[in-house]
């Protein structure tokens, strides 16, 4: 499985930005899709899963009511609509897939994925 990421860019606080991610390859047993993000000198955290098939979302707090997940199916693309965001918002996005995980609790630690996309830098200037 391969992940492509895209989107990231600078942005002002108060912004938007959408980014994107791309499953090539054996993609037909992922069932769950999520975003992480690694800010300047802090550990990479969970923004935001999608399932597949269910089309079920799951989000970190920090991020609720600002960020949205989506997929399309017919392109294997997850979508973060990134919306009102903040300097602590600015840290290095990947995209991550894996099978079905038992809970979100699972599906939102890093090491629960075996699949990641090779990140891309989200700036919001203040």
């Known amino acids: 499985v391969q992940l492509q990421a895209s989107g990231g860019g600078l942005v002002q606080a108060g912004g938007s930005l959408r980014l994107s991610c791309v499953a090539s390859g054996r993609t037909f047993d992922l069932d769950t899709m999520a975003w992480f993000r690694q800010g300047p000198g802090k550990e990479r955290e969970f923004v935001a899963g999608i399932r597949w098939n269910s089309a079920n979302t799951y989000y970190a707090d920090s991020v609720k009511g600002r960020f949205t997940i989506a997929r399309d199916g017919a392109k294997n693309t997850v979508i973060l609509q990134m919306n009102g965001l903040k300097p602590e918002d600015t840290a290095v996005y990947y995209c991550?897939?894996?099978?079905?995980?038992?809970?979100?609790?699972?599906?939102?630690?890093?090491?629960?994925?075996?699949?990641w996309g090779q990140g891309t830098l989200v700036t919001v200037s203040s």
């Open positions: 991550a897939a894996d099978r079905p995980f038992y809970s979100w609790l699972i599906a939102a630690k890093r090491v629960s994925y075996d699949y």
